[in-house]
């Protein structure tokens, strides 16, 4: 079964090796250009998922969470794809902060845009590929879930 279709009825990792693994298992699955939406609390496993995702695209740099710079540009050597990783939890939804990051000159296909707290970027201004929800079920056990965006 894809995991995709399996990730729509929700997968539960109990490691970040495992939540990694997922990631990268599902970057064949996406489209050209997917634009990822990433929701849940501190510590639900957002930016580990995104490590995933840069090791799927073949991106070996060290992923840290852009929280404070608000984005993160990182390049594959292998098949030229731009992994951008965004979080929006200080933005507070000012809609203006989109053409102040200048984000879409670095949109530039192929590329992956994964943004963390979507809800906090206001009014998204691209449609997602992929809505993810990560949470914590219990200790050491975290629930990824996925729909599809309008953007498919």
């Known amino acids: ?19 990694i693994g997922i990631a990268e298992s599902l970057v064949p699955e996406l489209p050209t250009n997917a634009i990822l939406t990433l929701e849940g609390d501190l510590g639900a496993g957002k930016t580990t998922f995104v490590k995933g995702l840069a ?10 969470s852009p929280t404070f710079n608000i984005f993160n540009c ?5 098949n030229s794809t731009t992994l951008l990783h965004l979080d929006a939890y200080r933005l507070e939804g000012d ?5 102040e990051l200048m ?3 670095f949109m530039k296909p192929p590329f992956c845009l ?3 707290w ?6 998204l201004p691209w449609k997602p590929s992929l809505e993810l929800t990560l949470s914590i079920e ?5 629930l990824i879930r996925a729909s599809q965006g309008t953007g498919l």
């Open 55 to 64: 090791l799927g695209f073949g991106i070996h740099d060290r992923i840290t």
């Open 95 to 99: 809609p203006s902060i989109v053409d």
């Open 118 to 123: 979507p809800k906090l970027f206001g009014p």
């Open 138 to 142: 219990s200790p050491g056990k975290h």
């Open 74 to 78: 990182y390049e594959s050597v292998s």
């Open 114 to 116: 994964a943004i963390e």
């Open 1 to 19: 079964m894809p995991i995709l279709e399996t990730l729509e009825t929700g997968i539960v990792t109990e490691s970040s090796d495992q939540t």
């Open 103 to 105: 984000l879409e000159d």
